[in-house]
């Protein structure tokens, strides 16, 4: 995997490593309530979407990169490579010409998620297999 900064495919890198790990877990976003008390919750997916919880994921980059001595990766500029990537998916607001990632209600909850296009994905090598 190729990204035009090293954070991103820090980041990226760690992101697979995460889910692929046992002690973490994506649900189904229609299963949202079978939680996994022994187990990190890293998101949810759908058929076109894997939403990721940021302030998990990024908690857990940022210990690793701690631990092994390495700088944390600059979040705004990941969100931003993959953005340009068509990896992610943002909205608009027409007025101000800015970005900002939607919101979606799993559950009860209405939050901001790393929403990654599951398409885009599976087309591109070494990235999350979802």
Known sequence: MRFDNKDTEIFMYLVKTFVADKSTYLLPADQYYIIDPGKTLLGYYDEEYV?????????????????IGKPRVNIQNVLNTLFRANLIKVGWVMRKDMR????????????????????KLNSRKGTIDA
Do not use: A, N, W
């Not at 939403?51 to 690793?64: F, L, N």
């Open 100 to 119: 900002y990632r939607p919101e979606k209600r799993i559950g009860g909850k209405r939050r901001r998620y790393i929403t990654f296009i599951r398409k």
């Open 51 to 67: 939403y990721i919880i940021p302030s998990v994921v990024i908690g857990m980059c940022d210990d690793y990169l701690t631990k």
